[in-house]
Structure formats: structure tokens, C-alpha cells
């Protein structure tokens, strides 16, 4: 399973470092994707994706103020979170995947449960 933790409350402008950890299958040999979804929304295309050959990369409105990183002695997959604006907020959820391909066509083998992020003032 993944579970996502490290959500809370953080002003406009703030950070936060999201942690997605696996336990039960070594998330080293999977392509793990961050997704969001905002209030009253759908679950929004993928921010950011981690490959398993170390290839990472964030998309769209995640680009320059986020970043995904892993710690594979630990199971873990980071989302850093920098310049939060209020449409950040939202539930954020990690997804484990074969490839890239399968995180951005919603092809997963594991998804976490989400953890929140309210961006407010």
C-alpha cells in the first residue's frame, strides 16, 4: 500500500514536504505520480512524476514550485512544495505505476489515500 502524510494548513507563499510511502512492494521499481484534488473537483491531471531510472519531472502549473524526489532506502517519494497559492489546496495522492504512461492514464498498480493541503490565510 502508499500512504501519503505530511498535509496541514500553510499561508500563501509557505511550503511543505509531502512524504509517499510504500510498504509491502519496494517503490524503487515503480514510476510514482503526485495528483491533487481540489475542493469540489475532479481529480486533477498528474503535478509531478518520479521514474524508476531516476528521471523526474513536474508538469503544468507544478513546474519551477514543486519537485519530486526519491529516498529509495526508505520506500519514500517526496513532494517538495514551494510558493503554495490558494488553489493549491486539495487533497494530494501518490499512484504507483509500470511506467509513465500508466501514471498519466491512471494505470495504477497502488494509490494512497490522500493527505490534505489547505493553502489559507
Known amino acids: 500500500q502508499l500512504v501519503e502524510s505530511g498535509g496541514g494548513l500553510v499561508q500563501p507563499g509557505g511550503s511543505l514536504r509531502l512524504s509517499c510511502t510504500a510498504s509491502g512492494f519496494t517503490l524503487e521499481h515503480f514510476a510514482i505520480g503526485w495528483f491533487r484534488q481540489a475542493p469540489g473537483k475532479e481529480r486533477e491531471g498528474v503535478l509531478c512524476?518520479?521514474?524508476?531510472?531516476?528521471?523526474?519531472d513536474c508538469l503544468d502549473s507544478a513546474k519551477g514550485r514543486f519537485t519530486i524526489f526519491r529516498d529509495n532506502a526508505k520506500n519514500t517519494v517526496y513532494l517538495q512544495m514551494t510558493s503554495l497559492e490558494f488553489e493549491d489546496t486539495g487533497v494530494y495522492y501518490c499512484?504507483?505505476?509500470?511506467?509513465?504512461?500508466?501514471?498519466?492514464?491512471?494505470?495504477?498498480?497502488?494509490r494512497g489515500q490522500g493527505t490534505q493541503v489547505t493553502v489559507s490565510s
Open positions: 499512484a504507483a505505476g509500470e511506467a509513465r504512461y500508466s501514471i498519466v492514464h491512471g494505470i495504477h498498480d497502488y
Open positions: 512524476i518520479s521514474m524508476s531510472n531516476g528521471s523526474d
